[in-house]
């Protein structure tokens, strides 16, 4: 069974700096494009950014919220996703999902881990 | 950007109701479309893919269609499994955008 487990969520002042982590298994990590979509308390999801897989380059995409403050990076050696997130602001505040290529034929969702942006 | 405008935000039904909820693209997207129900506390699932694609495992009583720049989601008899909270998602060019959202509540 497909299965994506979030990491590294927690609580941090406005400016600062959170990496996410996404552990991936049963399928070939590799193969795929990953995407992160965020979720704020209440509202809407809102696509954050995706990676390719290495014979697309690995290259990224990101919404124009975060482009220039986050950055998605992949390990296939460890089928680990990343997102560094840098300079963050309150509405950032989401939680946060990985997702097996929200554009293929069939997508797999984490559980989502919770940014809390505050002071 | 590609603004996807969904309607209704809310919908108030009763269980055997049937129910349509629509999503317009500010431009033209193909069928490069999905439609996805969330309910509270959890990840979101997608129903339906390329527009009026049923993933695996999804009831018949889901249906999707359109092109272009409108489409529709269509439940043919609502169960008391279906009130959630329902958003389309074009992947048609980037960045991927999605609807605001349509929650589905029993009358």
């Known amino acids: 069974e497909v299965l994506l487990v979030e990491s590294g969520g927690g609580l941090v002042q406005p400016g600062g700096s959170l990496r996410l982590s996404c552990a991936a298994s049963a399928f070939i990590f590799s193969d795929y494009y990953m995407d992160w979509v965020r979720q704020a308390p209440g509202k809407g999801l809102e696509w954050v950014g995706r990676?390719?897989?290495?014979?697309?380059?690995?290259?990224?995409e990101y919404a124009a919220s975060v482009k220039g403050r986050f950055t998605i990076s992949r390990d296939d050696s460890s089928n680990s996703l990343f997102l560094q997130m840098n300079s963050l602001k309150t509405e950032d505040t989401a939680v946060y999902y990985c997702v097996r290529d929200l554009t293929g034929r069939t997508d797999y969702w984490g559980q989502g881990t919770l940014v809390t942006v505050s002071s | 950007d590609i603004q996807m405008t969904q309607s209704p935000s809310f919908l108030s039904a009763s269980v055997g109701d049937r129910v349509t909820i629509t999503c317009r693209a500010s431009q033209g997207i193909r069928v490069d479309l999905g439609w996805y129900q969330q309910k509270p506390g959890k990840a979101p699932t997608r129903l339906i893919y390329a527009t009026s694609n049923l993933q695996s495992g999804v009831p018949s009583r889901f249906s999707g269609s359109g092109s272009g720049t409108e489409f529709t989601l269509t439940i043919s008899s609502l169960q008391p499994e279906d009130f959630a909270t329902y958003y389309c998602l074009q992947h048609y060019s980037y960045p991927i955008t999605l609807g605001q959202g349509t929650r589905l509540e029993i009358k």
């Open positions: 990676i390719r897989n290495k014979p697309n380059s690995y290259t990224t």
